[in-house]
Each structure stands twice: as C-alpha cells, then as structure tokens.
C-alpha cells in the first residue's frame, strides 16, 4: 500500500517532547519498505483499525479520532491488556523481518504492550511491554515472520484506566526504500502543555521500587549446585543441551526454532497475592542474539501482567529486571525465552526477591569467558 497520508495536524510543532528511544533497542534491519499499514496516522478515520473491548471480562472502554489522533478513553480496564486492543491486519511474507513502531502517550504513567501475531490460531508470535507518560514516546518492535500469511499489529491496552493517545503506527519490512514516518502529532490536546512531563519515558518499564526484600525465591539461583531444579524445554522441532560450568549455565542450540519460546528455561515457585517482586537475570551469549524472559501463572496458566520482556544479549554479561505484583496466591513459573537463534547463551544468574524481609540476592559466579570483553555488545 501507498505511505500514508500527512497527518492534518496544523502546525507540526518541532518539539512534541522527542522521548528516548525506548529499550530493548529493536533489532537492526535492513533497507526497509514503504509503509505496509492503511490509515497509520489516523488521517482517515477510524478504517481499517479494530477496537476491540471484551465486555465478558469486566472491559468498557470507547476510541474516536480527532486531528489525527486516535483517543482511546477507558470506563473500565479489565484485568489484562488484551482485555482492550486497537489493531490492524497486514499481509507478510514468511522469513523477511519488520520493525512495528507507534507513538502514543497517556493521561498518566502507564504500561502497554504491543504486539505482531499470526491472525488467526493460539500463536501469541512477539510481544513487547512499553511503558507511557503524559509526553510523547517513540516504540519499536522487530520480528521475523515465520510463514505467509495474514497477522495482526496489536497494541494491547487493558488492565489500567488512564486513557492512551495513539499518534502513528508504521510496520516496514526487508527490502525496498524506507518510508517517511509521519509527522510528529499538532500539539497535545491536554490542558497542560508543560514541555517536559516526563520523568515518564524512562523507555524500558524501569522497575517500580519497591520495599525492603525477602532473600532469594529461587532455588540454585547461581547454578552453583548444578543444574536441579531448573528445567529446559523444547517444542515445535527445536532442540538444544545445557550443561553447568563454575556457576554458568550454557545452552547450546541445535535446532533453535523459529520462536523465542521453543526453547525455555523454567524453574517454578509459590508467590504471594499483591507482593511486589523484582525478577532480575544476568546473560550473556556467543553472538548478538535476541532473548526474553516472563513470569507465568500456572493456574489458570496465564502470562502475569507487566512481566513480559524481550531483550538483545552480547557476547559480554549484562543484567537485565523487571518489577511486577503477583495477582493471586499460588504456583508460578520464571521462563527464560532462548530459541529463535542459533546463537548458544550463557546464563550466570536469575534472582527473584519480593517485599519485606532482608536482601541476600546471589552473587554472580565469575564468567568463565576466556576473554573478559569489558564492554557488552
């Protein structure tokens, strides 16, 4: 499809607060198509863009556009994002890679997660959790698309009642020119045109602080008793080997799948309905290699709110958190996502800590890496 039409915003403002670029930085691509959604800057309306709001869970929420901009107003949130979602469908070719980028702002400091997935099936295909403040930011998301067919661009909303402006969304691919990203939004309709509001984008959800913390929830947390009780899993055709070796598990990669999630790294345990926890993992890998990690509930298995991150590790040790509230007692699993690449990873240490109580978190073992690279790629 043809680049989108200009916004009709009136006066392209030079400086609708140009937040840093949220991390995880997406992965590099190259030479880049023209722009593959319809309407991407709301300068027609609402088509061809779906809201959906599911009612059976509690959701009510309503959308209109104006100026070009899409203003997502929420009655009640639900309990998950997808519980509100504003989406679109777009043709992909199967192995080429897309960035999927949008700029959206909220009525207040928020999480979201954007979304490309398959159009049909169970297949959740690449999330990422962004997080928004009352100024304009700036969100990427790159992925590769295993076959042919149609997918959704989802921006998944639910789970929070401050309203979300949505300025642009763009998907471009492999191949072909790159297409102008549509001028920046007509100055903010809000009230309060302060020209920073921003202690928000902070891009990357930064961990909400919390509390004084229990010691570690997690067992063999620094792999110095081997591998038990940690578990590797593969499904779909991938296969990988792990092995334990002065405190760093290494996973090498045989048949890595297409997917993050055919190759996991799991261990479960019991958390405590409305505690606050902080995951933290500390990796490294053989190549530039994008990976990610979550927390699951078993029962119903579900993935927890706010703690699905994707990220790119180096071939140098980095750490990498996240906070989030545990929404019911009970058995939960932590998932280290590692398939998609054949790069092998290299894991030294997966810390879970929660509220109250003192902070005994692992002490990394030191890397075995033969070459110390002082800095991570």
């Known amino acids: 499809p043809p680049p989108p039409s200009p916004s009709p915003s009136p006066s392209p403002s030079p400086s609708p607060s140009p937040s840093p670029s949220p991390s995880p930085s997406p992965t590099p691509i190259g030479p880049i198509t023209g722009q593959l959604l319809l309407n991407a800057g709301f300068s027609s309306g609402k088509a061809p863009w779906e809201f959906e709001v599911s009612s059976s869970n509690g959701a009510a929420a309503t959308w209109s556009v104006n100026d070009g901009i899409a203003n997502v107003q929420i009655s009640r949130p639900g309990t998950k994002g997808w519980h ?9 070719t199967a192995g080429s890679t897309y960035e999927f980028s949008v700029r959206m702002k909220s009525s207040g400091i928020r999480g979201a997660i954007m979304q490309g997935k398959p159009g049909s099936g169970t297949s959740l295909g690449e999330w990422q959790q962004v997080s928004l403040g009352t100024s304009w930011s700036t969100h990427s998301l790159t992925f590769r698309a295993p076959s042919s067919r149609t997918y959704e661009i989802v921006l998944r909303l639910g789970g929070d009642r401050k309203s979300v402006q949505v ?7 492999e191949g072909g020119d790159s297409s102008p990203v549509p001028p920046p939004p007509s100055p903010s309709p809000s009230p309060s045109p302060s020209p920073s509001p921003s202690p ?19 067992l063999n947390a620094g792999f110095s008793s081997g591998k038990a009780p940690w578990e590797l899993r593969e ?25 993050m ?6 261990q479960g345990v019991s958390l405590t309905a409305g505690s606050t926890y902080e995951l933290s993992v500390r990796m490294k890998a053989s190549g530039t290699k994008r990976v990610g990690y979550h ?12 703690t699905w991150r994707d990220l790119t590790l180096g071939t140098s040790f980095s750490t ?11 058995a939960y699993e932590v998932v280290l996502r590692l398939g998609g690449s054949s790069e092998s990873v290299q894991v030294d240490s997966v810390s879970l800590v929660g509220e109250a109580g003192d902070t005994p978190a692992p002490t990394p073992s030191p890397s075995p890496s033969p070459s110390p690279s002082p800095s991570p790629s």
């Not at 928000?200 to 997690?218: A, D, E, F, K, V």
């Open 84 to 92: 509100i979602t504003l989406q679109q469908g777009v043709s992909l």
């Open 295 to 306: 927390v699951n509930r078993l029962s119903p298995y579900e993935n927890v709110e706010n």
């Open 320 to 330: 990498d958190s996240l906070t989030f509230q545990a929404p019911a007692d009970g």
């Open 261 to 266: 999630w055919h190759i996991i790294f799991r």
């Open 235 to 259: 499904s779909s055709g991938a296969a990988a080997t792990w092995s334990v070796n002065d405190g760093i598990a290494d996973v090498q990669m045989s048949e890595p799948g297409i997917r």
């Open 167 to 173: 300025d642009w969304a763009r998907v471009v691919g």
């Open 200 to 218: 928000s984008p902070s891009p990357s959800p930064s961990p909400t602080p919390i509390g004084p913390i229990t010691g570690q929830l997690l």
